[in-house]
């Protein structure tokens, strides 16, 4: 079952974040829906245009890992973040429980949950604008220094699964 943080363990605090990202999107309201459903991100507020429909929504992954949905001001005929990937850290759950509830929303998988070299566990999803995000966990063995995780990304790595 995939964790999902309750409303009472939200932290909606609107604060000075060190970084965050602007998306343009073509549907503020359908990006929206799908990274909070999709994905378990949350609403922290949204502001309306003219029409009544989002300009802007505000939405949480983790504290200080925010993401700003913007609606596009003309039609984009180009792929968009090509080349960049937005990365986040999984605390609660994992990424192959939230690589299965974006599954249950649609064929977005870019990759498949594995461990990689670098001693974490990811998957990559792309949202309904064409924008990759990848949620990370790790370290996936714990007793690995730095030193050694160097030393064997000079060897072939084998993906294992974590125990569970």
Same mark, same amino acid.
């Given at each position: 079952?995939? /964790?999902?943080? #309750?409303?009472?363990?939200?932290? &909606?605090?609107?604060? =000075?974040? =060190?970084?965050? +990202?602007i998306l343009n999107v073509r549907d503020v309201n359908e990006s929206m829906k799908w990274y909070q459903e999709a994905l378990g991100f949350y609403h922290i507020f949204s502001i309306p245009g003219p029409d009544n429909e989002p300009l802007l929504a505000h939405l *949480?992954?983790? /504290?200080? +890992?925010?993401?700003l949905l913007r609606r596009e001001t003309k039609v984009e005929n180009f792929p968009k973040g090509k080349g960049l990937t937005l990365n986040f850290n999984v605390? $609660? !759950? #994992?990424? $192959?429980?939230?690589?299965? *509830?974006? *599954? &249950?929303? !649609? $064929? *977005?998988?870019? #990759?498949? =949950? /594995?461990?990689? =070299?670098?001693?974490?566990r990811d998957f990559s999803v792309m949202d309904p604008d064409g924008f990759t995000l990848t949620f990370t966990q790790g370290p996936v063995e714990k007793e690995l220094g730095m030193d050694q995780v160097i030393a064997r990304s000079r060897q072939p790595f084998p993906s294992k699964t974590p125990e569970t």
């Open positions: 079952m995939v /964790k999902v943080m #309750s409303i009472e363990n939200q932290n &909606r605090d609107i604060y =000075p974040m =060190p970084f965050f +990202a *949480r992954w983790a /504290k200080h +890992a925010d993401v605390t $609660d !759950g #994992s990424v $192959d429980e939230i690589a299965e *509830r974006a *599954r &249950r929303f !649609g $064929d *977005r998988i870019v #990759s498949e =949950p /594995k461990n990689q =070299p670098w001693n974490a």
